[in-house]
């Protein structure tokens, strides 16, 4: 099972809005609604960011969005803030009770 | 609120097994509403889900380590456990332990991870 596949980085400047793609297969990302999105600032533990493709825990801005189209799942984060500068890594259940993590995303706020 | 600590060697030599324990506090661990699971990452790199244990016992582990990993759980001490044997430099990373919910799929709590080397 390989791991999901997200760009290296992205960049935006406050205010605007980035979005990270995570890419998969019919096994993973396609065949469930159950992808993840954490973040994960410098030496700390990620924190869960959208559930089941695009539902957000209580707490987590609306400024963060998922979607799902096919095999790929996206997390778009509007109104980006110097805090959201940070390590962002989708999961996806694969079925078999196993799970998946994207290879990881850095977003600079410029 | 769950909260989830690590605890083990920070320092394994190569051949040799790797222990970790994992200390749920807020809440029991004996739910059954949740898996209990580890997750690693080497420096620099990504997260590797390493498995994961239900109140019941059961387990289901990441194939790329099945021959080498066992989690087990304590009920009574509100813990589980990490066992890799075998280890290698390339087992050399931070490992955290997290809560899996049964119904969503989600790692919703961490650990604040555990750095483990593997070195002579």
């Known amino acids: 099972q390989s791991a999901l596949t997200q760009p290296p980085s992205a960049s935006g400047s406050p205010g605007q809005s980035v979005t990270i793609s995570c890419t998969g297969t019919s096994s993973d990302v396609g065949g469930y609604n159950y992808v993840s999105w954490y973040q994960q600032h410098p030496g700390k533990a990620p924190k869960l960011m959208i559930f089941e493709v695009s539902k957000r825990p209580s707490g987590v801005p609306d400024r963060f969005s998922g979607s799902k189209s096919g095999n790929t799942a996206s997390l778009t984060v509007s109104g980006l803030q110097a805090e959201d500068e940070a390590d962002y890594y989708c999961?996806?259940?694969?079925?078999?009770?196993?799970?998946?993590f994207g290879t990881g995303t850095k977003v600079t706020v410029l | 609120q769950e909260q989830l600590q690590e605890s083990g060697p920070g320092l394994v030599k190569p051949s040799q097994t790797l222990s970790l324990t994992c200390t749920a506090s807020?809440?029991?661990?004996?739910?059954?509403?949740?898996?209990w699971s580890w997750i690693r990452q080497p420096a620099g790199k990504g997260l590797e889900w390493i498995g994961r244990i239900h109140t019941s016992g059961s387990t289901n582990y990441n194939p790329s380590l099945k021959n080498r990993v066992t989690i087990s759980i304590d009920t009574s001490k509100n813990q589980f456990s990490l066992n890799l044997s075998s280890v290698t430099a390339a087992d050399t990373a931070v490992y955290y332990c997290?809560?899996?919910?049964?119904?969503?799929?989600?790692?919703?709590?961490w650990g604040q991870g555990s750095l483990v080397t593997v070195s002579s």
């Open positions: 997290a809560r899996l919910g049964l119904g969503t799929r989600l790692f919703d709590y």
């Open positions: 807020g809440g029991s661990i004996s739910s059954g509403t949740y898996y």
């Open positions: 999961s996806s259940y694969a079925g078999s009770n196993f799970y998946v």
